[in-house]
């Protein structure tokens, strides 16, 4: 059923396309040459495959909120719709925990950038703790004034950390030396084995393509503005990923490159003098805000569409006078402030780094889900429509490159991932008994 908000309510094309941008880009971005480094220039071939990849389940999102316009819930509301309520409710349950699990490492990126600024933070746990429950809580608060109040926000953050990227990115060109980009390959593998381990670090860039569909409820004109903004965001981040690449390992070489802990940073002191540290460092502040941001916007959207569906408690499904789901947000936030306080208590590090494990392949999984019901809607939305073997293709491809990031996110990861989604088995169960007790 469409939401009813007013349209000056919604989010338009550009604040949903910020989403899309917004919860892409995240801190971990600014490391990410790094850690590529010492494959050798191999891995700007691994972005490439990435973001073929990645095209091809965002295509699959694009067409999915055309034949279903009016769903909230991104791919839960999409599995569900194709596959079925039980395929929809393990899908929600994995992707609500995992955007928990993942606001809190956010929120630890967050307040490791500060520390550039106010050292402490480095020291003090304590004080640590304060300033991410305070950034935790205030998203919070802003995103229950209303959707279109948060997708402000997120449109003025995306603005501003993409700024040092692209300065670097664009600046970075006439620094370029071409020796930097050799060996090709540094890895001391073969081709194929370099390209898949650096394709396999590089997808992980790209979750949060799906960002625009959650909402969707929520978005003026859904039937073109989320498809839109979901291949616009994928097209914008794609050329920022790897044109900043370029950049950075073309001006600082690999030796040097491993063992930068900011290669962003270093970057733009070489282009723009020292001072640029400091405003690079920012935009790692503003990135990390502005993801939490993003995925506190949708942490209230997942559990209030299930909710709806009567496949989660009640209480989810409460809205203020803005058509906002606060009691989402608000337990969405107690959970995540609770994940963000572990990372600093001694004895729970390692918990909290098993919780991040068992959120990565919660989220891949939505992605290989989507893929098969884009067939199953199709079918029945759709029947006389021609470009059967185009969307065949398009779903096969998306699917086989979702089982592929699957795989490639490790043996333990799939493990316990698959155990965290088992366990949500009882809540589903309880679900179905209360629903039909009513």
């Known amino acids: 059923m469409p939401e009813t908000h007013p349209e000056k309510n919604k989010l338009g094309l550009w604040t949903s396309t910020s989403l899309v941008i917004g ?14 480094a010492s494959f050798g220039s191999i891995g700007l071939l691994g972005w490439v495959f990435s973001a073929i990849g990645s095209f091809f389940l965002a295509k699959v ?48 990126s967050f307040v490791s950038a500060l520390s550039t600024f106010f050292p402490i933070l480095g020291s003090s746990s304590v004080i640590a703790v304060i300033t991410g429950l305070c950034s935790i809580w205030l998203l919070a608060y802003i995103n229950t004034l209303g959707v279109v109040t948060g997708g402000k926000l997120q449109l003025v953050t995306t603005i501003l950390k993409v700024l040092p990227l692209l300065l670097v990115a664009i ?8 020796v930097n980009f050799k060996p090709f390959n540094a890895s001391g593998t073969g081709i194929v084995t370099a390209l898949q381990a650096t394709a396999t670090m590089t997808m992980f860039a790209f979750i949060g393509i799906e960002s ?15 498809a839109r903004a979901t291949m616009l965001g994928l097209l914008i981040t794609t050329f920022i990923y790897i044109l900043g690449s370029v950049s950075v390992i073309g001006i600082i070489p690999a030796a040097q490159l491993q063992k930068s802990l900011t290669p962003y940073a270093d970057t733009a002191v070489i282009i723009y003098g020292s001072s640029a540290r400091y405003w690079v460092s920012a935009g790692i502040a503003i990135a990390a ?20 569906d009567q496949l989660f408690p009640p209480i989810f499904s409460r809205t203020n006078k803005k058509g906002v789901p606060y009691m989402g947000i608000i337990i969405s936030s107690i959970m995540v402030s609770l994940f963000m306080a572990m990372n600093y208590t001694k004895g729970l590090v390692t918990q909290f780094k098993f ?39 398009l779903a096969m491809l ?19 991932g698959f155990l965290l989604l088992m366990a949500g088995i009882p809540f589903y169960v309880w679900a179905a008994f209360t629903k039909n007790a009513n």
Request: one cysteine or more; glycine letters at 12%; charged letters at 10%.
């Open 23 to 36: 919860n892409m880009i995240g801190a971990g971005i600014f490391l990410m040459p790094a850690a590529m």
């Open 398 to 416: 998306a699917f086989a490159y979702a089982l592929w990031a699957i795989a490639g996110a490790g043996q333990e990861a799939v493990y316990y």
């Open 289 to 308: 805000f502005g993801s939490l941001n993003g995925w506190t916007l949708l942490q209230g959207q997942v559990p209030y569409a299930i909710s709806k």
């Open 212 to 226: 625009a569909t959650v909402p969707s409820g929520s978005v003026a004109n859904p039937e073109k503005t989320v």
């Open 355 to 393: 919780l991040l494990l068992l959120s990565l392949l919660s989220v891949l999984i939505p992605y290989l889900l989507s893929a098969a019901a884009y067939l199953v809607i199709r079918v029945r939305k759709s029947p006389k429509a021609g470009g059967w073997a185009g969307a065949i293709a």
């Open 171 to 178: 600046g970075g060109l006439f620094f370029i030396k071409a």
């Open 61 to 108: 999102f694009s067409n999915l909120s055309k034949l279903l316009p009016h769903a909230t819930g991104g791919p839960y509301a999409y599995t569900r719709d194709g596959l079925g309520d039980f395929i929809g409710f393990l899908v929600a349950w994995g992707y609500y925990l995992a955007v928990a699990c993942a606001n809190a490492a956010i929120t630890i």
